[in-house]
């Protein structure tokens, strides 16, 4: 229904479920986003905003945008 990858993260950001949009969205088998896979992925200066956004969304914050770069495959 919706076009975009839905991610469901653990308590400290690991990826937990993947949607299989991650397949034609990225590129990516939605299996290689699980654990730390995500974060490998994010680039080296979006990974502080990328935390931070986690950090607030354990202290009660209903939602946080986040702008990201994501190393893709070719």
Same mark, same amino acid.
């Given at each position: #229904? #919706? $076009?975009?990858?839905?991610?469901?993260? *653990?308590?400290?950001?690991?990826? !937990? @479920? /993947?949607?299989?949009? /991650? +397949?034609? #969205? !990225?590129?990516?088998?939605?299996?290689?986003?699980?654990?730390? *896979?995500?974060?490998? +992925? #994010?680039?080296?200066? @979006? &990974?502080? *905003?990328?935390?931070? /956004? !986690?950090? @607030?969304?354990? @202290? *009660?914050? /209903?939602?946080? &945008?986040? $702008?990201? &770069?994501? &190393?893709?495959? +070719?």
């Amino acid at each position: #229904i #919706i $076009d975009a990858v839905v991610l469901r993260l *653990g308590r400290h950001g690991e990826v !937990l @479920d /993947a949607s299989a949009k /991650a +397949r034609t #969205i !990225l590129r990516l088998q939605p299996e290689l986003l699980f654990g730390t *896979g995500l974060f490998e +992925r #994010i680039h080296l200066a @979006d &990974r502080v *905003g990328y935390l931070s /956004a !986690l950090a @607030d969304m354990r @202290d *009660g914050a /209903a939602m946080r &945008r986040v $702008d990201l &770069r994501i &190393r893709l495959p +070719r």
